[in-house]
């Protein structure tokens, strides 16, 4: 467990799960001390009576106290409340994700913009392995929603763009996934071999949340922390965490669930960087440098176009004057291209590409800003 100091000197509790009524804690919280915030709050599903299986077995249906309010209206005040203290919690380029069901998801949507929330987008999680629908007289009950928002329209929020495209083999996420729910090993059971939750939701999908739209050291608070999905995966991916839950038999689970994980090491906690985030080099800067010298050659790839390289670091070819990228296009008849992938020179007999030059002035660059530990 640890605590840490925030700019106004508050203590802020980090890696720890908070007793009590999430809205009382969340309001005892300083203000703009969290980056993101996971909810997944009470469904108020309505239940009445008991659910049974064609074989007339009973359904291990969620009828908790926690999940029982007397009224929509009863319902709509506690998701104001919980939204209010969350949105006061937030950093200004802070982000919160809520996930529900057709039961309320449609609810807590109004009341976020109610609030001065920027919805960015709603995420379908698609269960690949959905209970059945016994009675047969609606729609098997086969995902639920996700709503991702900044705290405010103009929000710079997190989202790291290409590490969840390489996370899907290297093709834009979308905003449907498909995930399992929590089963086997993964499902927690209570001394009495029972679920420990009814709806604990697989590391799969806090795994998706947090490397999209977190940051290693980022604060995320889960205010309705139930057996610590969230900070299971907060911990591993070196995420800092808050907890709160007011059950003590989840939070027992939860402690005990959080003590045996163990933080993913350094280099497999960095994640694939966008590029638009990468310092700019031009390609004047490896002339300037003597990197590549005025009057060098320059191969395409298969060498079957070549260029030398002029002192003000445009490349002349057969006909054609201009840059790595003009060059390329023109010799190629393309609309673009990329220079510093095409473009090869020659050392010791073999051809190496010119974006090792690029790379090597950006380890450079990024060495010499200052608080960079390597």
């Not at 806090?206 to 490397?211: A, D, I, N, Q």
């Not at 995320?220 to 003590?248: H, N, Q, S, W, Y």
């Not at 800067?285 to 670091?313: C, H, T, W, Y």
Request: aromatic share 8%; proline share 5%.
């Amino acid at each position: 467990m640890t605590k840490t100091k925030t700019k106004e000197g508050a203590i802020l509790p980090l890696n720890q799960i908070l007793a009590g009524d999430c809205i009382e804690q969340m309001r005892a919280l300083p203000a703009e001390s969290v980056d993101l915030i996971f909810a997944d709050p009470p469904y108020n599903l309505q239940l009445k009576g008991d659910l049974h299986r064609p074989d007339n077995s009973k359904v291990d249906a969620v009828d908790d106290h926690w999940d029982q309010f007397d009224s929509f209206k009863a319902y709509d005040n506690f998701t104001r409340n919980w939204l209010s203290a969350a949105q006061r919690l937030l950093k200004p380029n802070g982000a919160i994700w809520v996930i529900g069901s057709y039961h309320n998801v449609f609810r807590m949507g109004t009341e976020l913009q109610n609030q001065g929330f920027w919805i960015l987008n709603d995420v379908v999680w698609r269960k690949s392995n959905p209970m059945p629908n016994f009675r047969g007289k609606r729609f098997t009950n086969a995902h639920e929603t996700l709503i991702w928002a900044s705290k405010s329209e103009g929000g710079k929020y997190t989202f790291n763009y290409e590490a969840l495209k390489a996370l899907n083999e290297g093709v834009q996420m979308r905003s449907d996934w498909v995930l399992p729910l929590c089963t086997g090993h993964e499902r927690l059971k209570d001394d009495a071999g029972e679920k420990a939750h009814p709806t604990q939701k697989p590391e799969s999908l806090l795994h998706r949340v947090l490397v999209a739209t977190t940051n290693p050291g980022d604060v995320v608070l889960d205010p309705f922390f139930g057996t610590g999905t969230t900070g299971a995966v907060a911990k591993m991916l070196g995420r800092d965490f808050i907890g709160i839950e007011r059950e003590e038999a989840y939070r027992t689970v939860a402690e005990k669930r959080i003590a045996k994980i163990r933080k993913f090491d350094r280099e497999a906690l960095e994640t694939t960087g966008s590029k638009r985030a990468e310092p700019r080099v031009p390609f004047g800067q490896v002339v300037e440098r003597g990197m590549l010298r005025p009057g060098e050659e320059l191969f395409s790839i298969g060498n079957r176009f070549k260029a030398k390289v002029r002192a003000d670091g445009t490349l002349i070819g057969n006909d054609v004057k201009g840059s790595i990228h003009q060059v390329g296009a023109h010799l190629e008849g393309a609309p673009s291209c990329n220079g510093w992938t095409y473009w090869h020179f020659k050392r010791d007999g073999k051809m190496v590409s010119i974006d090792i030059l690029r790379q090597q002035i950006r380890a450079e660059m990024e060495a010499d800003q200052p608080g960079r530990h390597h």
